[in-house]
Nanobody
Framework: QVQLVESGGGLVQAGDSLKLSCVVS????????MGWFRQAPGKEREIVAA????????FYADSVKGRFTISRDIVKNTVYLQMNTLKPEDTADYYC????????????????????WGQGTQVTVSS
């Protein structure tokens, strides 16, 4: 059974950077397509970034394109979300999610497509 644990959130000022980590345990990361989602108070959970199981193809929401980068380290079984030039509207709880796949170059952008979720890490950006 795979488990996900996020870390790296915190309180920062607008323009700062943060790097979120999602450690995968129980199975090897190489078997999964992964995604980062976020949920702000009173809003629905939304996709931030995703990466395919094979070839590492990536997707970014328009709101973070050019500022955020998703990456993975198969050896460390960890997925990262590097967040630069943070804005107050980036304030949310951030969650990583995993979808087991056989060979698949697709990434997935809908929350309902993912099977396993972490507990989330809070990011607060002050103006």
């Amino acid at each position: 059974q795979v488990q996900l644990v996020e870390s790296g959130g915190g309180l920062v000022q607008a323009g700062d950077s943060l790097k979120l980590s999602c450690v995968v345990s129980g199975r090897t990361l190489s078997l999964y397509a992964m995604g980062w989602f976020r949920q702000a108070p009173g809003k629905e959970r939304e996709i931030v970034a995703a990466i395919s199981r094979n070839e590492g193809r990536t997707f970014y929401a328009d709101s973070v394109k050019g500022r955020f980068t998703i990456s993975r380290d198969i050896v460390k079984n960890t997925v990262y979300l590097q967040m630069n030039t943070l804005k107050p509207e980036d304030t949310a709880d951030y969650y990583c999610a995993a979808k087991p796949r056989y060979y698949d170059i697709r990434y997935f952008t809908e929350a309902g497509q993912y099977e396993t979720w972490g507990q989330g890490t809070q990011v607060t950006v002050s103006s």
